[in-house]
């Protein structure tokens, strides 16, 4: 353990509290936190838009090995509010890492938290759900306060956390994504002739799912979340893609309602969000 790190502290709704070791960012933060159980991969979720308003449990036992590059990032920024990790790699062994994940999220100022049981943590939230929690690394607060706090956040289920991850203004995509990891005999694989042009709703879009289409021959225009529907038929698209995104489909009224006055007129399609939104338009309801 680095004695240099701060204590830090996760005060859960639930009444349950969690100390380790602080990392990346101090302070306090307030957020729903879940979990993700991949073993890799851990900078493209740190970046995944759909994240926005949580704090993220890796269950993976260590996290951090292969630092950070500025390539792998999935957004233009990291919307999350904190990070808690088993245990943050002492060090960083990659030929592509230009910072460590600690050095990261403090640039990016998120609190992360270390030394914390995340398969029980994970087993808790697998069975109540996600909780509302504070993270922080400062020693002021009592215990109690924290899990207050905790109850007393709003949460995400009221917020339009969209208008927070989407882009401010149309443009088109152009990188074929993985096509930069395609050895030079086989480039076969790439500069496939454009077939078919996709509109993109951007409600916080993985910038990986932009680069299959791309990689597949789709001439791909990305527009923000609150796009007019006549806005986008005027494009003349052979399909409208409605992405993944962070929050609930309830508070999306117009994103909603765009999607009604699409429907019959353009093929639509959707991950995540992108398939709630459109469930909503056709007044699916969910099942249990």
């Not at 993220?56 to 999935?74: C, F, L, R, S, Y």
């Not at 460590?100 to 049981?117: A, C, M, R, T, Y």
């Not at 007019?228 to 893609?241: I, M, S, Y």
Request: with cysteine; aromatic share 6%; proline share 5%.
């Amino acid at each position: 353990m680095n004695t240099n790190q701060p204590a830090a502290r996760l005060a859960l709704e639930d009444g349950s509290l969690w100390v380790g070791r602080g990392f990346g960012a101090t302070g306090t933060r307030v957020g729903e936190v879940v979990f993700n159980t991949s073993m890799t991969g851990y900078q493209e979720i740190l970046t995944d838009p759909s994240y926005a308003g949580q704090m993220v449990v890796m269950t993976a036992t260590q996290i951090g090995n292969t630092g950070i590059n500025h390539e792998d990032h999935e957004a233009r920024d990291i919307f999350l509010r904190g990070f808690i990790v088993r245990e943050l790699s002492p060090c960083v062994s990659n030929w592509r890492a230009e910072l460590s994940l600690g050095e990261w999220l403090e640039q990016k100022d998120i609190v992360g938290i270390e030394h914390i049981d995340t398969r029980a943590l994970t087993r808790r939230l697998r069975e109540k759900g996600s909780l509302k929690a504070v993270l922080t690394t400062d020693s002021a607060p009592h215990n109690d306060d924290l899990v207050e706090q905790a109850r007393a956040w709003h949460g995400t289920s009221e917020i339009d956390l969209v208008k927070k991850v989407t882009c401010s203004e149309s443009y088109a995509w152009t990188d074929p994504s993985e096509d930069r990891w395609i050895s030079t005999h086989d480039m076969s694989k790439i500069d496939k002739p454009q077939s078919f042009h996709i509109v993109a709703y951007d409600y916080g879009i993985k910038y990986n799912i932009l680069r299959r289409m791309a990689s597949h021959g789709c001439r791909v225009t990305v527009v923000p979340a609150a796009t007019p529907a006549k806005e986008v038929l005027a494009l003349n698209p052979d399909g409208v893609f409605l992405s993944n995104g962070p929050g609930d489909p309830a508070v999306l009224d117009y994103a909603v309602k765009t999607t009604k006055n699409l429907l019959g007129k353009v093929p639509i399609f959707g991950i995540c969000l992108g398939h709630q939104i459109l469930g909503q338009a056709l007044a699916v309801k969910p099942t249990n």
